[in-house]
């Protein structure tokens, strides 16, 4: 194959800064055996993908300098490019492919026929999870009082059934077409129309003003199209009540995810259209967990999701190799007089325990 005779542009680059740094040590640093250098090349050769990050650790034993490699082994494939992070999560390129199918988000038998059928795990799925926050509940409106924002809501696919439910909604999409499509279709229904609103905007444009808002945030189908995972996940929790929660449907970042999520469903099938993912913003729900548990949040469950692309509909499965479900709740910080009290009694305990004749009376 032409990977096996030609560099990839990673191990050439790695190649050329090890020998330079072992010409800039000749003195004190014997080089590499032909052979040792031959089967390193061979390597990156026959094996572009498995090396992502090369450290070269230069250390004194004995009087010699030794050249380490260190490898990181990630599994990099040859498919994959990097991208970077700015100031805003939303990637316009990912707004230029929604832009173009806008108009086709109420199409139950289009491109987004599957998350028309995820309706039906992730609506009860927020929903139960929701109620157990509170005592009561209105039959027929569940979630009557709740404030939600539906972050990506796109055409409104899941901001309707919530607003349905009794909740009162804000859909926010970075697409005005998508802002505008949604308008138009909640239009048709006055109840909805009073309990939903949509804003064209990104999540950081509303965190200012919206901050410890909402009984509950939802980014279904949305954390694989940001570009800074991390500071999306720190404007959920900004905007959320203590005691919120937090909901995430995404794709894990594994090999399974690309052959069925990608090339199958994008690239054979057509289930959904090319260009709608990028493995590299996958996350696994390992890598998710990590950066809710470290923003504040507490990760109550994580299940697998499998859509069965020939009968059209979801089901929930313990794997989560391919799609899964999050659900994370914003932790309450205790308040500020509790830290007084507890510092306060640690502070008699010193002193009845150094004078144990010495009565301490308490602090009115």
């Known amino acids: 194959m032409l990977g096996a005779r030609k ?10 800064v090890l020998r330079s740094g072992y010409r800039a040590s000749q003195a004190g640093c014997p080089r590499l055996t032909s052979s040792a250098e031959n089967q390193l090349s061979w390597t990156l050769q026959i094996k572009p993908w498995v090396f992502r990050e090369y450290r070269i650790t230069w250390s004194r034993s004995y009087g ?33 492919t929604f832009l173009a199918l806008a108009h086709r988000w109420w199409d139950e038998q289009g491109v987004y026929a599957p998350l028309h059928s995820m ?5 009860p799925f927020i929903r139960d999870n929701l109620l157990k926050t509170v005592a009561n509940h209105q039959p027929g409106k ?31 999409d970075p697409v005005d077409e998508n802002i505008k499509t949604a308008q138009r279709h909640k239009s048709f229904d006055p109840v909805l129309d009073r309990r939903i609103e949509y804003r064209a905007c990104s999540l950081e444009e509303i965190v ?11 980014a279904s189908e949305v954390v694989e199209h940001v570009i800074d995972l991390e500071t999306f996940i720190q404007c959920c929790c900004q905007v959320l009540k ?50 809710l548990e470290s923003n504040g949040l507490s990760v109550q469950s994580v299940v697998g999701m499998l859509y069965n692309p020939f009968s059209g ?32 009694g640690e502070e008699l305990g010193a002193r009845a325990s150094t004078n144990p004749g010495v009565r301490e009376e308490p602090k009115e």
């Open 242 to 291: 203590p005691g919120g929660s937090l909901f995430i449907t995404t794709i894990n970042k594994t090999q399974l995810s690309y052959a069925l999520g990608i090339v199958f469903a994008e690239q054979v099938a057509g289930i959904v259209p090319k260009g709608t993912h990028t493995w590299e913003k996958f996350v696994s729900p390992e890598n998710l967990e990590s950066i």
């Open 142 to 172: 569940p979630l009557s009082g709740m404030k939600i924002l539906d972050v990506g809501c796109g055409g409104g696919l899941l901001t309707e059934p919530l607003g349905r439910l009794g909740a009162s909604v804000l859909g926010i």
């Open 7 to 16: 560099l990839s542009s990673s191990g050439s680059h790695f190649l050329g």
């Open 313 to 344: 509909y979801w089901h929930w499965i313990e794997n989560t190799s391919l799609n899964y479900a999050a659900h994370a709740v914003k932790r309450q910080d205790p308040e500020p007089a509790q830290f007084v009290l507890k510092e306060e």
């Open 119 to 123: 309706n039906d795990l992730r609506v």
């Open 208 to 218: 200012g003003e919206a901050a410890e808002t909402f009984d509950g945030v939802i």
């Open 64 to 96: 010699m300098t030794f050249a380490c490699l260190n490898t990181m082994k990630t599994y990099r494939y040859p498919w994959t490019r990097l991208y970077s992070t700015s100031q805003t999560t939303v990637d316009s390129s990912e707004v230029k």
